[in-house]
């Protein structure tokens, strides 16, 4: 019975049109991962680390210092930059589409003078966001997979590789419950944009500063990816809890979201 509740609350055919129309941005960003995933695979040989290793301090030397197995190169590398900053750009392009544009395009009203409840149209975009996100960080680990077979044969850390993925749709999670939340709440998109990605570029933007220096480890109170600990998924230590704390963040702000839109004031 609940089941049959939480389908009504589902528009298939606008479910269908979301996906027709980010379809191809889904494709790039994944694309883009999957190429930059390959390529870590790839370039992880031992002169490729003595060199990166050899740049004392500073962001590269951060990064990479101490890394001694592929799973490490790719956690401190491809996890700590392309794989925050590409889906960051895909959750604050894609919210805004799904939810305020159809506001300020006037496409909002045409759909709620169908028989289509606010509370469908919000749950079915919400429901579409999450899982293309799933999609794009499985497609992700089933290539990394690959590539790590193909170039480094029984190289990677296969658990901790998808530790690493999980943890990061999970981050993702958060900043596109953000930005979505931003998105339901406001009827503009210059405002939706400014405080959705604003706060997610914040986080990526003071992540990248605290590598600059260690000196600069109080700042981790100050970011969500303190959160996305690449160092305890590696590990399979202490990240339970910070896992928890992103779902919990992310359904939250979706479930906010979904609680808000029905009851605002639409300038339709």
Known sequence: MEIMEVMKMISLPLFKQNWLSNLNLLILITLALCVFITVMCNVFTPSTLDSLQGADGGLIGNIVGGVHSLVEFIGNSFFAIMAIIF??????????????????????????????????????????????????????????????????????????????????????????????????????????LGLGGGISLFFFLVNLIMKLSNELDFLKYFTLNTLFDTTALISGEGYIENLIILLLIGTILYLTSIIIFPRKDLPL
């Open 87 to 192: 889906p960051m750009l895909y959750s604050i392009v894609v919210a805004n589409k799904l939810m305020v544009e159809k506001v300020e395009q006037g496409t909002m009203a045409g759909l709620l003078a169908t028989p289509t409840k606010r509370i469908t149209i919000v749950s079915t975009n919400a429901l579409f966001f999450i899982l293309s996100l799933v999609l794009m960080w499985l497609v992700v680990f089933i290539v990394g997979v690959l590539a790590a077979n193909v170039f480094q044969p029984d190289a990677l850390d296969v658990d901790a590789f998808a530790r690493l993925c999980i943890g990061c749709f999970l981050y993702h999670f958060v900043i596109s419950s953000i930005c979505f939340c931003a998105s339901t709440i406001f009827n503009t998109t210059q405002v939706s």
